[in-house]
Every structure is written in C-alpha cells, then in structure tokens.
C-alpha cells in the first residue's frame, strides 16, 4: 500500500477509478470503430477541446482584457462611479450562448435543406438572433443609465 | 452543483432516447453497443406523451446547460496551464481522465447543436454522441467521486446569502491552494460571485424561455425563436410543424392519389383503399409527434387501429410488424406497439384529411414512440403473429 502510494502518487482507490475510467472509454472506441466512425469522432473529439481551450477562451478572454483596459485607462476624473464593464458582460454573455445553442441554424448552413424538410425559411434565425442581441444590449444600456441617474443623485 | 444533476438527467434522458427507437426490434443505429446496450427493453406504448417529456427535456436542458458548462470550464481553466504539466503518475492520468471530461462535454454539446441544424458532414449522429456520452460519464463519475469532498468542503467555506449581499466592493479572490482550482495569481475581481450566478442563472432561463415553446406549446411556440421549428408550413387542422415534407422525401400526386392502396401483409394478404380505410371501424386520439430534434407537437388523430388491421390479415396474437412508406423507408414495431389501443393508421387530423406534408393519404401513429416511428405516406404493412406457447420462432410474413 504505502509502496503504491509512493510510487504512483495518490490512493490505490484512485487508481482503480482511473483504470476502470480509461478501460471504458477505451471499451468505447472499439464500439466506434465498429461502426466505421473512429477517425472522425477522434476528429471531432480533439478540434471540440481546441476549439473551446485554444480558441474560444483565448479569444474571449483577450475582449475582455481589452474591454477591462479601456475602462482603467479612463481617468479618474471622468471614471464613472458605476463601472460600466459588466453591462458589456452581460448582454454579451447572453447572446453569445444563443449564438452557440443555434449557429448551423443562425449561419444558415443548411439554408437549402432546411427549407425543404420543414417546409419554412431558415432565414429567421438570423433576424431572431440579430433582434435579440439588439435587445438585450439596450435594455443593459438602460439599466447602466438608471444606476448612474441613482448614483448621482445620492451623491447630490 | 446544478451539473451534478443536469448531466445524471442529460445521460438518462439519452439512455432512454436511444431505447425508445427499440433497437432490439432492429431499428438500431448502434449495432455495435455491445455491453452499453445491456439496459435495452421493448419500448412501451403508455403514457402517450412519453418520449415527448423524455427529448424535450434532453434537448432543452441540454441548451439550458451550455451557459453552466462555459461558466464552469470559465472557472477552472487558470488550471489547465499549471505547471510542471504532471507531478505524478496519478497525476497524469487524472489529467487524461480530465481531458475525456471537457473534451467529452464539449463534443457532446456540439454533436447536439449539429444534429438540429441538420450539420451531418462530420458522419453520423448516433454514434457519436452515444458512445461519446459513456466515455464522458466514465470521466464524470470518476471526477465527481475524486472532487466531491472538495465540493463540500467549498460549498460549506461559504454561505449562500452571505454571498448573495455580497456585491463588487467586498469581493476577494480566495486564497491560492495545491490542487485547488484559483489562479496563481488573480487579477483583481471586476465581478462580484452574486453577479456570475445570476447571469448564467439568467442565462438559462432566457435560452429555456427562447427553445421550450417548441416543445411545451401553447404562447411559449410563438417565441421559440432558437428551437429547430420556429414556425409551421400548412393550413387550418394541418398547420401544425413538419419533419420532412413531401415535396423533400420525392412524394408527388401521382403516388398518392385515387389509385393509392394500402397492402397490408399477414397470413393472409389485403390491399385497401382510402374508402375501403375510411369504412372500417375509426377511432380518434390525441397524440404526439416527437421529434429526436426535440420539437413536439399533440394533434387529434382519427384512423384505423393497427391491431384492427393486423386482424383483417389474419393475424390472431400480435407480434412485431414492418412499416413501409412510398419513399422507401421503412421502421420496424413491436408487438405491443401493434397491440396498443391507440396506434393506429391515421387517415384525418383535426377531423380534416391529411395535407401531403402530414403524409396523406395514410400515416401510422404509435403512442409514446420517436417521431420516426410515425411513418407517412405507408404504401406496406408486413404484419407477423408472435410465436405461440412452445414455438421456437415467429412465423413471419405469409409471403
């Protein structure tokens, strides 16, 4: 016990788990395979944690630093005393995950099949999604507006 | 802690999604499940809105889940480029185990998404997101058995109304640890952790209001902007959404009018007209459409009983039963989905004929079964007996 410790770093317990983890999963594969879409779901699998590890993340991490910059570079004289940064966030945010729950639709990439198995337009989704966003920005913008009214007014 | 029950509920749903097409009867998109098919069990027939409630909640909590997943992955992703990249062999393997957990979310999330809007070149859905599932919920389990002391342990760290009147100004970022999940070096918060909860929570609910109408019905359809049926071809009793419509499927006049029979096959053979149909006994029932895509749909249905028809081929104890449309297609039922009181070869909806998109001149409709079992324009039906008491096998088809 105390040598498996040692030399494998944690628990036996937590490497039964791990083994009985890698054995199904492993398990898994060979199920893939058997149906001929191996490469493909591998594929899949790998460009999935790229495009949220490598790309996603780094790109919407890098407008937030960006946003953040631009609101410290204000000077403190002109620096609102209701900061302003989560009320890009927000409504950013928002639409941003319907753009994701809905993207082959929004971006229309099966514009013409879509049409000819549901018998309506897949256009739709764009306008949808583009009244939405509006929406959401003003109605944050609205709200930025009410707390800086309030906020001045308690100041006074 | 909402994902510690969502996933459970996303990976059930999914279980039973995939029993509901009864691949045993051999309607089966993974023929190779193997030992992950060792749940599997002929699809029941009551209540009539059950694989409606089951996809519905699939695919709407699925969306409802993405802002939770990103906020999660949001939270921990400082860790991700730790370094030394392994301290142990432990270690290691945690980390490979971590990379099936994200990886696995993320695919199956995506997978999902593709398969509503009809994104298909990567190859097939099924196998993919099924067999994909079990190598995430092998990672899942393995996780949240490793971390849940360390839940409990932050959970308990700090309470919820404390935090709730907690705003910007009184917001600290914890205190680094080994293992734990803080960056090394946190930039100063520009958010309070009131504010994150309740943009995903609010999230959620936007993404659930903006998809549920497809599924729930009644005011909610008219805003379900993001659902993969926004809005419905069709007329008066048939406006209602559809699958595939006619004129995709190759379906033209010249198959479905006046000379259309029905052939219904069994011990003995019968072809039928549409009169000859409407002439039998009808009955009529509120049934669902429920598509895998999530979207649903209840109409009121008046048709024959397929158990009618099985008996008018001489059929005499149920067994399972072929179903073949004019454009080639084809699923198979099962014995009590032939004997269900309300399956039947639908002729009307809404008391007006079927429109073609709807599948005039004659659809089946199962109760509580996938919407692929609810075949259109049927040119065939090959019913079997089942095997009587100390029969090895089914007869099959008389043919």
Redesign the interface.
């Known amino acids: 016990m105390k040598w498996i410790q040692k ?4 628990h036996p317990v ?2 039964l ?2 083994l ?3 054995a ?2 492993a ?6 395979r ?2 001929g ?1 191996l490469a ?2 591998v594929v ?3 460009a ?2 790229v ?3 490598l790309v996603g ?1 780094p790109i919407y991490t890098w407008l937030d630093q960006l946003a ?1 910059r631009i609101s410290l570079r204000q000077p403190d004289r002109r620096r609102p005393q209701v ?1 302003w ?2 009320h890009l ?2 409504p950013a ?2 639409s941003g ?2 753009l ?6 929004i971006a229309q ?2 514009h013409s ?2 049409a ?5 337009s897949e256009t ?2 764009l306008t ?2 583009l009244l ?1 966003t509006a929406f959401l920005f003003i109605v944050s913008a609205a709200i930025y507006l009410v707390r800086v009214a309030v906020a001045r007014r308690d100041r006074s | 802690m909402v994902l510690l029950v969502g996933i459970p509920i996303e990976f059930i749903t999914g279980l039973l999604s995939y029993a509901a097409y009864d691949p045993k009867a051999g309607n089966d998109p ?7 098919g060792f749940y599997l069990f002929d699809w029941f027939t009551e209540p009539s809105w059950a694989y409606r409630l089951i996809q519905g909640v699939h695919v709407i909590l699925g ?1 409802a889940l ?2 939770v997943v ?1 906020a999660k ?2 939270s921990v ?1 400082p860790r ?1 480029f730790e370094w030394p990249l392994w ?5 290691l ?2 980390r ?2 971590l ?2 957990l ?3 979310v ?2 199956e999330m ?2 999902g ?2 398969n ?4 298909y070149g ?3 859905f099924y ?2 997101h099924f ?2 599932a ?2 995430f919920m ?2 899942f ?2 996780h949240v ?2 971390k849940l002391p360390k839940m409990v342990e932050s959970l308990r760290s700090r309470r919820l109304r404390t935090e709730l009147r907690t705003g ?1 100004a009184g917001t600290q970022p914890e205190p680094y640890s080994e293992g734990g999940l803080v960056a090394l070096s946190p930039a100063a918060p ?2 309070s952790r009131r ?1 994150v909860l309740a ?1 995903v929570g ?2 959620s609910l ?2 659930v209001g ?2 549920a109408g497809q599924t729930v019905g009644g005011a909610l359809r008219r805003v379900a ?2 659902g ?7 007329v008066g009793p048939n406006h209602f ?5 006619a ?2 499927a190759g379906i033209g006049p010249d198959q479905t009018g006046s000379s259309w029979t029905l052939e219904v096959v069994g011990p003995s053979t019968v072809t039928l007209t549409r009169d000859q149909l409407l002439a039998m006994p009808q009955i009529t029932a509120d049934l669902p459409i429920a598509c895998t895509e999530g979207w649903s749909t209840t109409q009121r249905w008046t048709g024959v009983r397929l158990s009618d028809l099985a008996h008018k081929a001489g059929v005499a104890e149920f067994g399972p039963a072929t179903l073949e449309a004019l454009d080639g297609s084809g699923v198979i039922l099962t014995g009590s989905q032939v004997r269900a009181g309300e399956s039947m070869l639908a002729l009307k909806v809404n008391g007006a004929d079927l429109s073609l ?1 709807h599948g005039y001149p004659a659809r089946v409709m199962i109760p509580a079964a996938p919407g692929n079992h609810n075949k259109k324009w049927m040119n065939r039906i090959v019913f079997q007996s089942a095997p009587g008491p100390g029969q090895a096998s089914a007869p099959g088809a008389a043919s």
């Not at chain 2, 509503?116 to 994104?119: K, L, N, S, T």
Request: charged residues 10%; aromatic residues 16%; contains cysteine.
């Open positions: 030399r494998y770093g944690a937590h490497l788990l791990m009985a983890c890698l199904i999963a398990y898994a594969l060979t199920r893939i058997d149906q879409e493909v779901t899949i699998f790998a999935a944690l495009l949220h590890d993340w953040q900061p940064i989560n966030r927000a945010f928002i995950v319907l994701i729950i809905a993207f082959p639709l990439l099966k099949y879509y000819a198995v549901s018998g309506v739709a989704y949808h999604w939405v | 993974n023929p190779a499940h193997g030992i992950f969306f993405v802002p990103l992955l949001w992703i991700l301290r142990s062999i432990a270690h393997l945690e490979v185990t990379i099936m994200v990886g696995g993320v695919f995506l997978s998404i593709f509503i809007g009809y994104v990567y190859g097939s196998p993919g067999y994909g079990w190598i092998a990672a389990v393995v058995s490793l910007l520009t958010i504010s943009l609010g999230t936007v993404v903006l998809t902007w993001f993969n049926r926004y809005a419905s071809p069709g959404p559809v699958n595939h419509t004129e995709e998109d």
